[in-house]
């Protein structure tokens, strides 16, 4: 098994390992603990993402015409139902 990126996944296991060890010697509880490994993974997923790494897409204008199209047909329906 080969780890290439070896650093950036020690800190990631340091950024978990080590509040949920502490809130478990310190609490005694699991109550804690969970809750604490919870958090502290969702600040170890964050570390060694670029936000280059992020595509940005635009939606296009012609899928909201074309939405809006519709809308104006369905409300022409409704006022015709309306008035009979």
């Known amino acids: 098994m080969h780890v ?3 650093k950036s996944a020690l800190l990631k296991a340091l950024v978990v390992l080590v509040p949920s060890y502490t809130a478990a010697y310190l609490s005694d509880k699991m109550v804690w603990v969970v809750p604490t490994l919870a958090a502290s993974s969702f600040f170890a997923a964050t570390i060694g993402v ?4 992020f595509e940005k897409r ?3 204008d ?3 015409q074309e939405t809006t199209d ?3 047909q369905f409300e022409g329906l409704s006022a015709e139902i309306e008035g009979s």
């Open 4 to 6: 290439t990126h070896f």
């Open 50 to 53: 670029k936000d280059d790494s």
């Open 58 to 60: 635009v939606d296009e």
């Open 62 to 64: 012609q899928q909201d």
């Open 70 to 72: 519709q809308v104006d």
